[in-house]
């Protein structure tokens, strides 16, 4: 059982593993930053499981037609956030390698693309990719929790911990201090900012016998 969970941290090799770092690090990087830690925590391991699981039953029908490999690497998981984020943009269009596609078709893109990745599993891939959808349309609405328990979930065990790690950022699960830990970072403290002295020329002075009507205009 504990396989379910565990088999998105094996890896066959350093480019697989380079891959998978890459792919942690910009996908569930964005997507942390989205729902909060705590909120992706709970929902990586949510959505291995559900991968897993639907990878363990399609994989008899699918093997009799096609090669199946295993499941392997943080891939799976990695879909499934990318449709959660595709399936709630509001964006209609976005570029993807200099082409503008409908934002919808960019997992599915990327699941061809992720077909050439050293040691990847198509069929996990779409696994978490259909989990991600569902969950992403409303259909795991189960899964979902207000932002007043990942606020809870914030000062227990082991997330104050994650907290005091140096190095590592934290993102809070309400969405307020989600805001305002940007806002702060947008608006900086006054004096933080170095100032610079601008020399601002005096006008030139007008000849004497001119009207004062006409200096004013000149003026």
Request: net charge positive.
């Amino acid at each position: 059982v504990h396989r379910l969970i565990t088999y998105i941290f094996v890896y066959e090799d350093l480019i697989s593993l380079a891959c998978g770092a890459v792919i942690i690090w910009y996908f569930a990087g964005s997507f942390e930053k989205n729902v909060g830690t705590v909120k992706h925590c709970i929902l990586t391991a949510t959505f291995s499981v559900l991968s897993a699981l639907l990878y363990l039953l399609l994989e008899p029908l699918v093997s009799r037609l096609l090669e199946v490999g295993d499941a392997k690497g943080f891939m799976p998981v990695a879909f499934a956030t990318l449709g959660v984020s595709t399936t709630r943009s509001r964006v209609k269009r976005t570029l993807f390698f200099g082409c503008r596609v409908p934002v919808v078709l960019v997992p599915w893109l990327g699941l061809c693309i992720a077909w050439f990745v050293p040691h990847s599993s198509l069929l996990g891939n779409l696994c978490g990719l259909l989990v991600g959808e569902a969950y992403g349309l409303g259909y795991c609405f189960c899964l979902d929790f207000p932002e007043s328990v990942g606020s809870k979930l914030d000062r227990v065990f082991p997330f104050t911990l994650l907290k005091r790690i140096p190095g590592l950022k934290y993102i809070p699960g309400s969405l307020a201090e989600r805001r305002a830990s940007e806002n702060s970072k947008i608006n900086p403290v006054p004096g933080t900012y170095p100032t610079q002295s601008y020399h601002c020329p005096s006008p030139l002075a007008l000849p004497a016998s001119q009207h004062p009507s006409a200096q004013s205009q000149g003026f």
